[in-house]
């Protein structure tokens, strides 16, 4: 019986985020991009372990289309491994690879011009077949594209998605057309799918979209469809199967209760399936403190009680009366949370306005501003003992902003 090509399909590796952290003056490298690489590391560890044919990374490795060269001598040091453990590695071109100039390069394509032997990389739509140890396998590339670079012009965004469905699907029908019917088939694409749940990345970095449908990719000829932009992993047809990796690792507290890793992919002619390999990455975690009543130190103090914080980025969103934020002590607070805490993105305070203990029932909006403060002192029982006083001041107040013309 044939052994089925053993597949790795990840992307949005994102390397060159640089939230919720701090630059490590040793190595001149930011420490949540020294995150993202070590769970790369991982992902490479786990393919040279196990003996992986192929590593398919569908898009958006750097967070931005211009890496500085330590991020990309990084990542080179991973392709090179998976290239020298005899592993073939397939990267299609995501949007945040894109340049605005078509004629640009992206900041992958130097793996064409150098030639690592065994390493793709595709920002137009192609057929490649791929020689493995386990046998031959073809994928049919989809890099991103704007409507600019598929030519779509049109007036509203319905004719805009329209016009992109059209090309798109043209351009997959002459690539199925070119495909040999005796190998299996893996289709990779950097776009979003109608009905997909959107991560993060959609308030980060997408505005108006166009969405594919889902069934642009369930066709007979395809035995495994990985798809990288959406950094939720998820599963939104069965065959073929049609999944997003997800985002190698957590790029903001959006996707803090999300699991993150890849998906191992067990390839035959006319099935695939499949496996989410979790990696521990860096765990996010607020704390929702009601401190509507209390004391808000102790509160939050209680809230972390027992937490092992100490490879966590932290955030706190506390809920208080205004006349309660000086008990919040947060200079402290923070200086806690920082011992405790590999990073602390901050306290975020739901601030509950309590300006009704200044409305007195015998204010009127007739009075002038004297005799308005006239009422309330008279009439504020801790100020009893002093009220002469106060009232005295009070006229002397008002009188010296008389005379300067302040009333």
């Given amino acids: 019986m044939t052994e ?72 080179a040091k991973r392709v090179k491994r998976l290239s020298d453990a005899d592993i073939k590695v397939y990267i299609i071109v995501g949007n945040h690879d894109l340049h605005n100039a078509a004629g640009k390069a992206t900041s992958v394509e130097i793996y064409d011009v150098v030639d690592l032997p065994g390493v793709y990389v595709r920002r137009r739509p192609t057929v490649d077949v791929l020689d493995t140890r386990r046998g031959a396998f073809q994928v049919v590339a989809l ?29 997959l029908n002459i690539l199925i057309q070119r495909l040999d019917p005796s190998l299996p088939v893996v289709v990779m694409a950097h776009f979003s799918l109608i009905g997909a749940m959107a991560g993060s990345e959609r308030v980060i970095m997408l505005g108006r979209e166009v969405m594919l449908p889902v069934g642009f990719f369930a066709r007979p000829e395809i035995d495994y469809v990985a798809m990288g932009h959406i950094h939720k992993h998820q599963v939104l047809y069965d065959k073929p199967p049609i999944v997003y990796c997800g985002s190698l690792d957590r790029v903001d507290f959006n996707e803090e209760k999300e699991d993150k890793g890849f998906v191992e992919v067990l390839l035959k002619k006319g099935e695939a399936s499949f496996e989410f390999i979790k990696l521990d990455t860096r765990p996010f975690k607020t704390f929702y403190v009601d401190a509507t009543a209390g004391d808000p130190f102790k509160k939050v103090l209680d809230a972390i009680e027992g937490y092992s914080l100490g490879e966590a980025i932290v955030k706190v969103k506390v809920k208080l009366p205004a006349h ?21 993105a ?55 902003l008389k005379e300067e013309g302040a009333i």
Avoid: W
């Fill in 143 to 171: 890099p991103y594209a704007s409507p600019t670079n598929l030519a779509v012009e049109a007036a509203t965004m319905e004719e805009i998605s329209i016009g992109m469905r059209e090309k798109l699907g043209n351009l």
């Fill in 324 to 344: 309660a934020l000086s008990r919040l002590k947060e200079k402290e607070l923070y200086s806690i949370l920082r011992q405790r805490a590999f990073y602390v």
């Fill in 346 to 400: 901050g306290i975020e305070k739901d601030i509950i306005s309590d300006l009704s203990h200044l409305r007195h029932p015998g204010l009127t909006e007739r009075m002038d501003a004297m005799q308005a403060v006239v009422e309330y002192i008279s009439k504020k029982q801790e100020y009893k003992g002093m009220l002469q006083a106060l009232l005295k001041a009070n006229e002397q107040l008002f009188e010296e």
């Fill in 4 to 75: 089925p090509i053993r597949l790795i399909h990840t992307g949005d590796l994102h390397i060159g985020m640089q939230n919720y952290g701090r630059l490590d003056s040793a190595t001149g490298i930011h420490s949540r991009i020294a995150d993202f690489l070590a769970t790369l590391d991982k992902l490479v560890d786990y393919a040279i372990g196990n003996q992986v044919d192929a590593v398919l990374i569908c898009g958006d490795v750097f967070k931005n289309r211009e890496p500085d060269v330590t991020q990309q001598r990084e990542f």
